[in-house]
């Protein structure tokens, strides 16, 4: 079965620094462009950050742009995001999803959703 | 950055009746379009990509159509499971972005 399992959400202060993991497990982790997506309370979904397979490509939505990092550890089938001078508006349930095609193919959609992890920037 | 913008923001319709959703891009994005749909609560699930493909396992009531700028998701006959929010969201090019939602409320 194919699932993404995240964690290292929390509550943080503004301007301070947390790190997402997302476990990959039941398909070829490195075949697959990754992303992160967020939802603020009662809020729509935003795309944050994208990963190729390989790792070498990253991208960013400008809302987080300079601050939050995005990679992946192939050995451990992990998907990560380092996110620093946290806001309170990124306060939100961060989703790790994963492209339904392999990589190099034209994207096309997110077919698999971890369950999501907690983010609250308060102080 | 590519702006998508669904229309209208909620809908309030019965169970057996055909709903329509419309997602317009700010410039075209070929059939580089994906539409999920989300409970409260729950993960969104991928419906169709490629604008007009159904996602393995969707019922066959869902379906897309459009291409360039504009597009629609309808769903022929509402069922009750079928009230949640729904997102269209582009692939065309990075950043990846999603329209506003539409929730489909019950009348």
């Known amino acids: 079965e194919v699932q993404l399992l995240e964690s290292g959400g929390g509550l943080v202060q503004p301007g301070g620094s947390l790190r997402l993991s997302c476990a990959a497990s039941g398909f070829t982790f490195s075949s697959h462009d990754m992303s992160w997506v967020r939802q603020a309370p009662g809020k729509g979904l935003e795309w944050v950050s994208g990963i190729s397979g390989s790792g070498v490509s990253t991208y960013y939505a400008d809302s987080v742009k300079g601050r939050f990092t995005i990679s992946r550890d192939k050995s451990k089938n992990t998907l990560y995001l380092q996110m620093n001078s946290l806001r309170a508006e990124d306060t939100a349930v961060y989703y790790c999803?994963?492209?339904?095609?392999?990589?190099?193919?034209?994207?096309?959609?997110?077919?698999?959703w971890g369950q999501g992890t907690t983010v609250t920037v308060s102080s | 950055d590519i702006q998508m913008t669904q229309s209208p923001s909620s809908l309030s319709a019965s169970v057996g009746d055909r709903v329509t959703i419309t997602c317009r891009a700010s410039q075209g994005i070929s059939n580089d379009l994906a539409w999920y749909q989300q409970k409260p609560g729950k993960l969104p699930n991928l419906l169709i990509y490629?604008?007009?493909t159904l996602q393995s396992g969707v019922p066959s009531r869902f379906s897309g159509s459009g291409s360039g700028t504009d597009f629609t998701l309808t769903i022929s006959s509402l069922h009750p499971e079928d009230f949640a929010t729904y997102y269209c969201?582009?692939?065309?090019?990075?950043?990846?972005?999603f329209g506003g939602g539409t929730k489909v409320e019950v009348k």
């Open positions: 490629a604008a007009t």
């Open positions: 999803a994963k492209d339904r095609v392999v990589s190099n193919s034209p994207r096309d959609g997110m077919d698999v």
């Open positions: 969201q582009q692939s065309y090019n990075m950043p990846l972005t």
